[in-house]
T-cell receptor, first 115, second 110 residues
Framework: GAGVSQSPSNKVTEKGKDVELRCDPI?????LYWYRQSLGQGLEFLIY????????KSGLPSDRFSAERTGGSVSTLTIQRTQQEDSAVYLC?????????????FGPGTRLTVT | RKEVEQDPGPFNVPEGATVAFNCTYS??????FFWYRQDCRKEPKLLMS???SGNEDGRFTAQLNRASQYISLLIRDSKLSDSATYLC???????????FGAGTRLTVKP
């Protein structure tokens, strides 16, 4: 079956522009996660959705970052007034329920480059 | 101090070798533990969950020491296809907060 998909796969934008990244989780998965990974670094947890709600937004790096999820499915991560330090791979993952040992399935990521 | 720390490596081992990675975590509220594998320029994929009593999956053995707050992964009889970055992950179940280590890079050579 279809896995997690993300779009676009690559995005080059100028500093100061807004970008929107999209994640389509596996159908039926209620939990959805956003991470970012800078070159040679580990994954940085950004935000987690259970259904449409995000109980904890404290992982978002600044108020330029926001995320929403509608209909318990697709999620968008928006970065306003992008900065060069926002350049990274943004990974989305979903899991069936978000319970303790639930496996997360990752999408291929969106590689964002801010020039 | 990072919440999840791993030796970045690289570990370069010959085929057939046994190699072990350790990972330490700082948050005692961590409740679930995992090892993920990430190939170059690919997304991470779950290798195995780590249970309190330790668990084995073929050539892979994972151990958890809650008292010392560390997790280990042992790979026996290394294969060329084991070459990847191994990510240690801890989860605080109450808020689903997942913390990834920066990864340990393994290269298995013929």
């Amino acid at each position: 079956g279809a896995g997690v998909s993300q779009s676009p796969s690559n995005k080059v934008t100028e500093k100061g522009k807004d970008v929107e990244l999209r994640c389509d989780p596996i159908s039926g998965h209620t939990a959805l996660y956003w991470y970012r990974q800078s070159l040679g670094q580990g994954l940085e947890f950004l935000i987690y959705f259970q259904g449409n709600s995000a109980p904890d937004k404290s992982g978002l790096p600044s108020d330029r970052f926001s995320a929403e999820r509608t209909g318990g499915s697709v999620s968008t991560l928006t970065i306003q007034r992008t900065q060069q330090e926002d350049s990274a791979v943004y990974l989305c993952a979903s899991s069936h329920s978000g319970l303790a040992n639930d496996e997360q399935y990752f999408g291929p990521g969106t590689r964002l480059t801010v020039t | 101090r990072k919440e999840v720390e791993q030796d970045p490596g690289p570990f370069n081992v010959p085929e057939g070798a046994t190699v072990a990675f350790n990972c330490t975590y700082s948050n005692s509220a961590s409740q679930s533990f995992f090892w993920y594998r990430q190939d170059c320029r690919k997304e991470p994929k779950l290798l195995m969950s780590v249970y309190s009593s330790g668990n084995e999956d073929g050539r892979f053995t994972a151990q958890l020491n809650r008292a010392s707050q560390y997790i280990s992964l042992l790979i026996r009889d290394s294969k060329l296809s084991d070459s990847a970055t191994y990510l240690c992950v801890v989860k605080i179940v109450s808020n689903n907060d997942m913390r990834f280590g920066a990864g340990t890079r393994l290269t298995v050579k013929p």
